[in-house]
């Protein structure tokens, strides 16, 4: 039992947070990303950007995510479908990202933040 709670301790050390706006249609998505990328370049502060995608998640995204503006909350290794946790851990932090297809559709990602072993180490040094 001890091993299993150190194992379950570790890895929860790895995660991701992350939001997403969810489309059926892949050209849609490359649509709305333009647009995103587009009104992305107006805004100042990373906040607004946030913000940007928050609301466009809400108005768009085709996932039940939609009533919390597409934030998807905080995942370890794993927990999502292949595909998209494997982009959430390479794609850049801050930055609208995608499409990224799994069997639900094309997902636009945006990962606020991401925690590694490497973080915890250096923060109890």
């Not at 609301?55 to 597409?70: D, F, Q, R, V, W």
């Amino acid at each position: 039992a001890v091993l299993v709670v150190f194992l379950w301790l570790r890895a929860s050390r790895n995660s991701y947070t992350v939001s997403h706006i969810l489309l059926k249609d892949e050209r849609k998505c490359k649509r709305v990303k333009k647009a995103l990328l587009e009104s992305a370049k107006q805004v100042e502060k990373q906040q607004d950007l946030v913000d940007l995608f928050a609301m466009t998640a809400e108005k768009l995204s085709e996932c039940p995510s939609a009533k919390n503006m597409g934030m998807l909350g905080t995942y370890g290794p794993g927990t999502m479908v292949d595909a998209f946790d494997k982009f959430c851990w390479e794609c850049e932090i801050g930055k609208i990202e995608g499409p990224v297809k799994t069997e639900y559709g094309y997902h636009l990602v945006y990962v606020h933040d991401r925690k590694t072993d490497e973080d915890y180490k250096n923060k109890i040094k």
